[in-house]
């Protein structure tokens, strides 16, 4: 097995005195972006605007070369508005969804290799228009991507839920890149596969399958050092016909389209 696979399951346990170097400095990203929508595996969560608040600090591995992150983000509602969305309403100036990770990156075979453990913690759990409680939930994951594939870079992630669904989720996508010395612009797009758990959990129908088709393009525009500005348009579209159906029955569009815009400080 990968010794990335092996560290997924190891990551809590150990102490971190353990792998990481005394001397090592904390690499620390704060970002705050404003989206027109929530949009999660293809499903509406929030129609209305809303903040993501994201904090990310990482450090170098001296034992195994690699890099170990932990985060924190959350997603803040900024309306009251609640119809055609999966989540609740009547939450402005509150938020709706916190999640927290650990992760370990590390080159493996010349594929960028991550794994690690993320909880979603939905606020407002009682009061779900259209399911029963939804509260959190934890999934181990993890993503491989071919950077030296070319000018389409080939990326592959997969989630198990082992909290409260017990099934998997997994996503195939490319990315492009272009770059200079002031701005990055990212090209990607991806089709979510989902199983029955996950659906259910996700969209209140239980259906395996491809669930979702997302496409997006990002450009990130360097400011200084330790300034950059986000500006992104992305698109979602639910593929499957059942959970289409479902999810038009309660008033929720299947077919989606958001504008972000953000700031990003890193040290």
């Given at each position: 097995?990968?010794?990335?696979?092996l560290i997924a399951?190891?990551?809590?346990?150990?102490?971190?005195?353990?792998?990481?170097?005394?001397?090592?400095?904390?690499?620390?990203?704060?970002?705050?972006?404003?989206?027109?929508?929530?949009?999660?595996?293809?499903?509406?969560?929030?129609?209305?605007?809303?903040?993501?608040?994201?904090?990310?600090?990482?450090?170098?591995?001296?034992?195994?070369?690699?890099?170990?992150?932990?985060?924190?983000?959350?997603?803040?509602?900024?309306?009251?508005?609640?119809?055609?969305?999966?989540?609740?309403?009547?939450?402005?100036?509150?938020?709706?969804?916190?999640?927290?990770?650990?992760?370990?990156?590390?080159?493996?075979?010349?594929?960028?290799?991550?794994?690690?453990?993320?909880?979603?913690?939905?606020?407002?759990?009682?009061?779900?228009?259209?399911?029963?409680?939804?509260?959190?939930?934890?999934?181990?994951?993890?993503?491989?991507?071919?950077?030296?594939?070319?000018?389409?870079?080939?990326?592959?992630?997969?989630?198990?839920?082992?909290?409260?669904?017990?099934?998997?989720y997994a996503a195939?996508?490319?990315?492009?890149?272009?770059?200079?010395?002031?701005?990055?612009?990212?090209?990607?797009?991806?089709?979510?596969?989902?199983?029955?758990?996950?659906?259910?959990?996700?969209?209140?129908?239980?259906?395996?399958?491809?669930?979702?088709?997302?496409?997006?393009?990002?450009?990130?525009?360097?400011?200084?050092?330790?300034?950059?500005?986000?500006?992104?348009?992305?698109?979602?579209?639910?593929?499957?016909?059942?959970?289409?159906?479902?999810?038009?029955?309660?008033?929720?569009?299947?077919?989606?389209?958001?504008?972000?815009?953000?700031?990003?400080?890193?040290?």
């Amino acid at each position: 097995m990968p010794r990335p696979l092996l560290i997924a399951a190891l990551l809590a346990p150990l102490p971190a005195c353990s792998i990481i170097a005394d001397d090592a400095r904390p690499t620390v990203d704060f970002e705050a972006i404003a989206e027109t929508q929530n949009n999660f595996r293809g499903i509406v969560n929030t129609k209305q605007p809303v903040m993501r608040t994201n904090l990310h600090a990482s450090l170098p591995v001296e034992k195994w070369g690699g890099t170990l992150t932990v985060g924190s983000d959350t997603t803040w509602d900024l309306s009251n508005q609640g119809t055609g969305q999966w989540f609740p309403g009547g939450h402005a100036g509150e938020p709706s969804q916190v999640e927290t990770f650990v992760a370990y990156s590390e080159q493996y075979h010349g594929l960028d290799v991550t794994t690690g453990l993320i909880s979603y913690a939905l606020q407002n759990p009682d009061d779900f228009p259209f399911a029963a409680e939804r509260g959190e939930t934890k999934e181990f994951f993890v993503e491989v991507q071919n950077p030296n594939a070319g000018k389409l870079i080939p990326w592959f992630r997969f989630h198990y839920d082992f909290d409260e669904v017990h099934d998997a989720y997994a996503a195939f996508g490319l990315k492009k890149f272009f770059t200079t010395e002031k701005y990055t612009v990212e090209l990607g797009s991806n089709l979510g596969w989902s199983s029955e758990g996950q659906s259910d959990w996700n969209y209140g129908f239980a259906k395996e399958g491809f669930a979702h088709f997302d496409f997006g393009a990002e450009m990130t525009y360097f400011v200084d050092d330790h300034t950059s500005v986000l500006f992104g348009a992305h698109s979602s579209t639910i593929v499957d016909g059942a959970i289409q159906d479902w999810l038009h029955s309660i008033g929720i569009d299947t077919s989606n389209f958001w504008l972000s815009v953000g700031v990003v400080l890193s040290y």
